[in-house]
């Protein structure tokens, strides 16, 4: 956890050399960890290596199938290669795993970002967005504040 603190810290001060080392050393340690993947991830994509960043969001959803996280990433990646099913179906997950959660802020912002894809191409995502929309209710009429 420390080295991946480290990390963290470090990419944040703008070593992103550093902050990915010291991650990749943490993933090292313990390799069961998604959110050290993410992480690695982060780092590859601000250094704009979205074949690395990609690699590390899917070995995050390798180790936590929920990881919202990750999923919302390679749906961004997928936007910026124009892979738009393949950044459609990464969003309808993150969504999913957000809810499950009870984010509701973030299936929010999942629900605009589909809503977006969506009117800008013929996805068939109508069905994905209400399902997100019916699910949004529900979490909303429990009353529950959103799980950290």
Excluded: C
């Excluded at 601000?46 to 899917?58: E, H």
Aim: no cysteine; aromatic share 6%; charged share 30%.
């Amino acid at each position: 956890a420390t080295h991946f603190l480290k990390g963290r810290i470090l990419t944040r001060l703008g070593d992103l050399e550093g902050g990915e080392k010291s991650m990749i050393r943490a993933v090292a340690l313990k390799s069961g960890e998604s959110r050290y993947y993410n992480g690695i991830g982060y780092v590859a994509s601000l250094r704009g290596d979205d074949d690395r960043a990609l690699a590390a969001y899917r070995m995050a959803v390798d180790q936590d199938a929920d990881n919202a996280f990750a999923y919302y990433n390679i749906g961004v990646i997928h936007l910026k290669t124009a892979a738009d099913a393949k950044a459609a179906e990464a969003f309808v997950h993150a969504g999913t795993a957000y809810l499950n959660r009870g984010d509701r802020a973030n299936v929010d912002k999942v629900i605009t970002t589909l809503k977006e894809l969506a009117n800008q191409r013929e996805l068939g995502l109508d069905e994905p967005i209400a399902a997100l929309e019916r699910g949004l209710d529900s979490v909303a009429k429990k009353g529950d504040p959103p799980h950290e």
